[in-house]
């Protein structure tokens, strides 16, 4: 069945193969549909925390749950249908447009495709190509925008309809038409889902429910946008910026 959402870090140490703790003593718990922002400077490690929730690397030390289960003793599969990821660096694969939403999952049927499509405000511009849903890309993107792209990737990261969504400067390498198209979609893609954000402008982290400020590998504060604020601290300093 669907995941509730609920994501908690339990004393989290990681450091990729051979190199410096990334991450250290990082504990944190996310309710399902809350909306949770991780911020910090380049490299404090916000993105590694992704990795691990993907399980794109498994932790050191501590443990990662999951509706209360050790990722670790889930099934990959589960975990790629329950958690919707759209990063910066969009990887297409050659093929259709279409291929390019639902990959290797048939039971996403074209229909399914288009509704997704509609959802994530993608629709709109795959109406424009010639062969529209059958337009082909390729891996570089072929005659697709940045900002396509980008589009084609939250429709992908949605059509499982996931419990937890990750957008990880989800829209910092698009025009600004592209943004507001997502913007846009933004609160409705979001609803009901687990959802966390990481992006450089604070003025889209700030009506998160929480905000974790990342430094150094180690969790520095969190609270909401006005708790930070008042507090005078790192994200204060950040917010100036
Ligand atoms: P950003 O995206 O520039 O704002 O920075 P973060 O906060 O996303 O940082 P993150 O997690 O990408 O990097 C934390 C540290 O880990 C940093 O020293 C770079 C290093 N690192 C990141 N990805 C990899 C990787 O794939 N392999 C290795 N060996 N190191 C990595
Ligand atoms: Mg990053």
């Known amino acids: 069945g669907r995941f509730r959402g609920e994501i908690e870090f339990r004393n989290v140490w990681f450091a990729y193969e051979g190199e410096d703790w990334v991450l250290k003593d990082v504990s944190f718990k996310v309710e399902p549909g809350e909306t949770v922002a991780l911020v910090g400077a380049t490299g404090a490690g916000k993105t590694s925390i992704i990795n691990l929730i993907c399980r794109f690397y498994d932790v050191n030390r501590g443990q990662i749950l999951v509706d209360g289960v050790d990722i670790r003793d889930m099934r990959q599969s589960d975990l790629r249908r329950q958690i919707g990821v759209v990063q910066q660096d969009v990887f297409l694969f050659s093929g259709d447009i279409k291929y390019n939403i639902r990959l290797n999952d048939?039971?996403?049927?074209?229909?399914?495709?288009?509704?997704?499509?509609?959802?994530?405000?993608?629709?709109?511009?795959?109406?424009?190509?010639?062969?529209?849903?059958?337009?082909?890309?390729?891996?570089?993107?072929?005659?697709?925008?940045?900002?396509?792209?980008?589009?084609?990737?939250?429709?992908?990261?949605?059509?499982?309809?996931?419990?937890?969504?990750?957008?990880?400067?989800?829209?910092?390498?698009?025009?600004?038409?592209?943004?507001?198209?997502?913007?846009d979609a933004l609160e409705k893609i979001t609803r009901g889902r687990t959802t966390i954000i990481i992006a450089h402008r604070l003025s889209t982290v700030q009506h998160a429910d929480k905000i974790i400020v990342l430094h150094k590998g180690r969790i520095r504060e969190c609270g909401t946008h006005e708790e930070l604020l008042e507090k005078r601290g790192l994200y204060y300093k950040l917010y100036l910026l």
Do not use: M, W
Request: net charge negative.
């Open 106 to 183: 048939t039971e996403i049927d074209d229909e399914k495709i288009r509704e997704v499509a509609r959802y994530t405000n993608a629709h709109r511009f795959i109406e424009t190509k010639p062969n529209k849903y059958d337009e082909e890309v390729t891996e570089r993107g072929g005659t697709l925008s940045a900002g396509q792209r980008q589009l084609l990737a939250f429709a992908r990261a949605l059509a499982f309809d996931p419990a937890i969504l990750i957008l990880d400067e989800a829209t910092s390498a698009v025009d600004t038409e592209t943004e507001s198209l997502i913007q």
